[in-house]
């Protein structure tokens, strides 16, 4: 089902536009990233002592946990499947456009993409706030449940707003 944007409260579809374009950011990031990856791998460019530049550059101990996860994860890239790693991130990239699509459309299936994808990071994302309170564990989580507060809202708690008008 589609909703009728001429027949929805304009600032639903703001709402939902707004999260949308936050879908499609995080989806060009990731996009960007992986684009950055295959070139520096094409190029047998040393991941890991990229890592280590970026690191110093920011004056970040190696020797801390972040960074440590970090420098792990480069000395992996370099050893793991380029194609599985690629393709993963496809993946996620595809999502968060089809996502972002659907809710700057206002479909209901991508509201309810929206409720499932953002409901899965929230028990990683209370695990990596476990490990260590940071701002920026906390602003993940925090907009994550903001997201997920508002979708919820928009999908259950105004339906007089809405009119179904044919089925997507």
Known sequence: MHIDIKQTDSAHIKGLRS???VEIVKGVLVLGITIAFVVLLRRDVDLQT?????????HIDPARHFAALFLNAAERAMDSNV??????????VAL????GYGLWRGRVWAEWMALVSGTIYLPLEIRELLKGATLLRWGFLITNLVILAYIA????????AREFVSAD
Do not use: T
């Not at 990229?50 to 920011?58: G, P, V």
């Not at 968060?96 to 996502?99: A, D, L, Q």
């Not at 809202?153 to 007089?160: A, C, I, S």
């Open 83 to 92: 194609f599985l790693v690629v393709g993963f991130a496809g993946i996620y």
């Open 19 to 21: 999260v949308a374009a």
């Open 96 to 99: 968060r456009f089809i996502e």
């Open 153 to 160: 809202y928009v999908r259950f708690g105004d339906r007089k």
């Open 50 to 58: 990229i890592a280590l530049r970026m690191l110093d550059f920011f």
